[in-house]
C-alpha cells in the first residue's frame, strides 16, 4: 500500500513537471539559471522568516496565553516539516497534536485553530487578487479561481461560526452529516488509505462527531480574542510572504513588477487545493510559470527557472526548520508518527 500510494504521488509530480517543462528547451533553462543572481535569494530568506514569525504569532494569539511562542514555533516547523514530505497536508494535523503534546490547550480546539487560519489565509488571497484585478488585467480562470477562493473562505468562516454558537443543536446537525457522509462509498475508501488518520474511521461516525466538534466548539473562543489584532498578523503574513517571490524574481529579472510577484504569490497558494505529491512538487511549478509566461511576456525558460528556485529554495528552508526541531526536542520521525498513532 506505502509503495502503491508512492508511485501514484511519483506519477502525479511526473505530469505536473512534464507540463510546467512542456516548450521549454533545456539550454535555454540551464543558461537562465547559470545566469541568475543568487544573492537575491538573501532578502527572500528574510522576507520568509518574517512571513514564519508572523504566522506563529497570528497562532499564537489563537491559541490564547496558554501557548507560548516557541512552542506554536515549534509546533509549526514540524507540521511544515510533514507536509513537505507526507502527502494531504500531514502537518496540518500534526500541529495540533503537538500544541496538546506540549500544552495545556486540547489538541481539538488547537485544530480548530488550524482550520480559523486556513480560511484567513483564503480571505488574504482574495483581498490580493482584487488588489491585482485593480492593477492590471488577468485571465478569466485566474479571476474565477480568486472569486470561488474567496467565496468559500467567507462561506466556511460564516458556517463553522454559526455552527459552533448552536450548540447541542449543532453538534446533531454534525453527526446527520457525518452519519450521511460515512455512507459514502468514495470517502470510506478514500479514509482507510489517508495516512496519519489511524484514528479517523468512517464506519464510526460518533469518532468524528466527537473529533470534530471539539474542534469546532473551540472556535468559540473567537469572541474573546482580539479578532483586530488576528488580522493584523495576517496582514503582516502576506505582506511579508509578498517579498518571497517578489526578491527572488529580481535573480532573474532585473526589475520586475511587485505586481508579477503579488501574482505568483496569489496562484501558487490556490494550488495547493490540488492534489498532488508532497510540497505541491509540479502544480507549484505550473502556477509559477503561467503567472509570469502569460500576464508579463516572460519566456518559458526564465519563468521555469525562477519557479524551480523559489520552490526549492523554499522546500529546503522549511524542511530544515522542521529537522531542528525534531533533533532540540529528541523526537525521531517514527517515534513522533507512533505517538500520533497512539493519541
Known amino acids: 500500500m506505502r509503495q502503491r500510494r508512492f508511485w501514484?504521488?511519483?506519477?502525479?509530480?511526473?505530469?505536473?513537471?512534464?507540463?510546467?517543462?512542456?516548450?521549454?528547451?533545456?539550454?535555454?533553462?540551464?543558461?537562465?539559471?547559470?545566469?541568475?543572481?543568487?544573492?537575491?535569494?538573501?532578502?527572500?530568506?528574510?522576507?520568509?522568516?518574517?512571513?514564519?514569525?508572523?504566522?506563529?504569532i497570528r497562532w499564537q494569539r489563537l491559541l490564547g496565553p496558554e501557548v507560548?511562542?516557541?512552542?506554536?514555533?515549534?509546533?509549526?516547523?514540524?507540521?511544515?516539516?510533514?507536509?513537505?514530505?507526507?502527502?494531504?497536508?500531514?502537518?496540518?494535523?500534526?500541529?495540533?497534536?503537538?500544541?496538546?503534546?506540549?500544552?495545556?490547550?486540547?489538541?481539538?480546539?488547537?485544530?480548530?485553530?488550524?482550520?480559523?487560519?486556513?480560511?484567513?489565509?483564503?480571505?488574504?488571497?482574495?483581498?490580493?487578487?482584487?488588489?491585482?484585478?485593480?492593477?492590471?488585467?488577468l485571465p478569466v480562470w485566474m479571476v474565477r479561481a480568486g472569486l470561488v477562493a474567496g467565496g468559500a473562505a467567507v462561506?466556511?468562516?460564516?458556517?463553522?461560526?454559526?455552527?459552533?454558537?448552536?450548540?447541542?443543536?449543532g453538534k446533531r446537525l454534525l453527526r446527520r452529516l457525518m452519519v450521511r457522509l460515512s455512507a459514502l462509498r468514495p470517502l470510506r475508501w478514500l479514509g482507510g488509505r489517508l495516512p496519519l488518520l489511524w484514528r479517523w474511521r468512517w464506519q464510526d461516525p460518533e469518532a468524528w462527531v466527537r473529533w470534530l466538534w471539539g474542534g469546532?466548539?473551540?472556535?468559540?473562543?473567537?469572541?474573546?480574542?482580539?479578532?483586530?489584532?488576528?488580522?493584523?498578523?495576517?496582514?503582516?503574513?502576506?505582506?511579508?510572504?509578498?517579498?518571497?517571490?517578489?526578491?527572488?524574481?529580481?535573480?532573474f529579472w532585473s526589475h520586475p513588477p511587485l505586481t508579477a510577484g503579488g501574482l505568483v504569490l496569489v496562484l501558487t497558494?490556490?494550488?495547493?487545493?490540488?492534489?498532488a505529491s508532497p510540497g505541491s512538487l509540479g502544480v507549484y511549478h505550473v502556477l509559477a510559470r503561467e503567472a509570469l509566461v502569460t500576464p508579463f511576456g516572460v519566456s518559458k525558460a526564465q519563468a521555469v527557472s525562477f519557479a524551480l528556485v523559489l520552490h526549492a529554495f523554499q522546500y529546503v528552508a522549511l524542511c530544515f526548520w522542521g529537522l531542528v526541531v525534531l533533533t532540540r526536542r529528541s523526537l525521531s520521525w517514527r517515534r513522533l508518527q507512533a505517538k500520533v498513532q497512539a493519541e
Open 68 to 137: 507560548g511562542f516557541r512552542a506554536s514555533a515549534d509546533a509549526m516547523g514540524v507540521g511544515y516539516l510533514f507536509s513537505n514530505v507526507l502527502p494531504f497536508r500531514a502537518g496540518d494535523l500534526v500541529r495540533p497534536f503537538l500544541i496538546g503534546l506540549w500544552t495545556p490547550v486540547p489538541a481539538t480546539q488547537a485544530l480548530s485553530t488550524v482550520v480559523v487560519e486556513r480560511v484567513l489565509d483564503l480571505l488574504m488571497v482574495f483581498l490580493m487578487m482584487v488588489g491585482l484585478l485593480l492593477a492590471m488585467a
Open 269 to 275: 497558494n490556490l494550488g495547493l487545493a490540488i492534489p
Open 216 to 251: 469546532i466548539a473551540g472556535l468559540a473562543v473567537l469572541r474573546q480574542r482580539r479578532m483586530g489584532a488576528i488580522f493584523f498578523w495576517s496582514a503582516m503574513v502576506w505582506l511579508s510572504a509578498l517579498g518571497i517571490p517578489y526578491f527572488t524574481l529580481t535573480a
Open 8 to 56: 501514484i504521488g511519483m506519477g502525479i509530480s511526473l505530469v505536473a513537471l512534464l507540463l510546467a517543462m512542456r516548450g521549454v528547451a533545456w539550454r535555454e533553462l540551464w543558461a537562465a539559471l547559470a545566469g541568475a543572481d543568487y544573492r537575491a535569494l538573501v532578502p527572500a530568506f528574510l522576507a520568509l522568516a518574517l512571513s514564519m514569525a508572523a504566522r506563529v
Open 155 to 169: 462561506g466556511t468562516l460564516i458556517g463553522l461560526v454559526w455552527l459552533a454558537g448552536q450548540g447541542e443543536r
